[in-house]
């Protein structure tokens, strides 16, 4: 599998699966999740009000991940994926990782083969960037997926950076 480093905007990634940070709701929000709604259009919406009519009418739980349709997106799917907030006082490090490897599962289910991933839960849900760069990336390369390329697609030379240096660890 191949990583590559983006620093950009997430809803313009042509790829097979943009994975969205997703809050448990699926009905859009802030950061990522409001950024994929908003572009991909009503039809994103409309998929994941009949996910919550259907199957999960509690919502997405954390760390597990859906697909449905990319609306306008320059992508075939959009895989929803609710990180966990992070907490000084519990280590949710394994919720995280179930991120990445349920939205690589749910990714080789569609026949996904190039993936575009924020860096989940980095943003509102406080998770230090550092930490949330090494657990992606170690998460991604010990994955066992047919995905052919994971593209991390980060909003800052911040991110890019924390991720080039846990590209770069992990090598």
């Given at each position: 599998?191949?990583?590559?480093?983006?620093?950009?905007?997430?809803?313009?990634?042509?790829?097979?699966?943009?994975?969205?940070?997703?809050?448990?709701?699926?009905?859009?929000?802030?950061?990522?999740?409001?950024?994929?709604?908003?572009?991909?259009?009503?039809?994103?919406?409309?998929?994941?009000?009949?996910?919550?009519?259907?199957?999960?009418?509690?919502?997405?739980?954390?760390?597990?991940?859906?697909?449905?349709?990319?609306?306008?997106?320059?992508?075939?799917?959009?895989?929803?994926?609710?990180?966990?907030?992070?907490?000084?006082?519990?280590?949710?490090?394994?919720?995280?990782a179930?991120?990445?490897?349920?939205?690589?599962?749910?990714?080789?289910?569609?026949?996904?083969?190039?993936?575009?991933?924020?860096?989940?839960?980095?943003?509102?849900?406080?998770?230090?960037?550092?930490?949330?760069?090494?657990?992606?990336v170690?998460?991604?390369?010990?994955?066992?997926?047919?995905?052919?390329?994971?593209?991390?697609?980060?909003?800052?030379?911040?991110?890019y950076?924390?991720?080039?240096?846990?590209?770069?660890?992990?090598?």
């Amino acid at each position: 599998m191949r990583v590559v480093l983006v620093q950009g905007d997430i809803t313009a990634e042509a790829v097979d699966a943009v994975v969205n940070a997703a809050n448990s709701s699926l009905l859009g929000g802030g950061g990522v999740d409001g950024a994929i709604h908003r572009r991909g259009g009503p039809e994103i919406l409309a998929a994941c009000q009949d996910l919550r009519r259907s199957h999960y009418g509690k919502g997405l739980p954390t760390g597990q991940a859906v697909a449905t349709t990319a609306g306008r997106l320059p992508a075939r799917y959009v895989i929803h994926t609710v990180g966990p907030v992070w907490s000084r006082d519990e280590d949710r490090s394994e919720l995280l990782a179930s991120c990445y490897r349920e939205s690589l599962r749910v990714a080789d289910e569609l026949g996904a083969r190039t993936v575009a991933f924020p860096a989940i839960s980095t943003g509102i849900y406080g998770w230090p960037m550092a930490d949330g760069a090494r657990i992606a990336v170690e998460t991604v390369r010990a994955a066992r997926t047919e995905v052919e390329e994971v593209r991390f697609v980060l909003f800052d030379a911040a991110a890019y950076a924390a991720f080039e240096a846990a590209v770069g660890d992990a090598a």
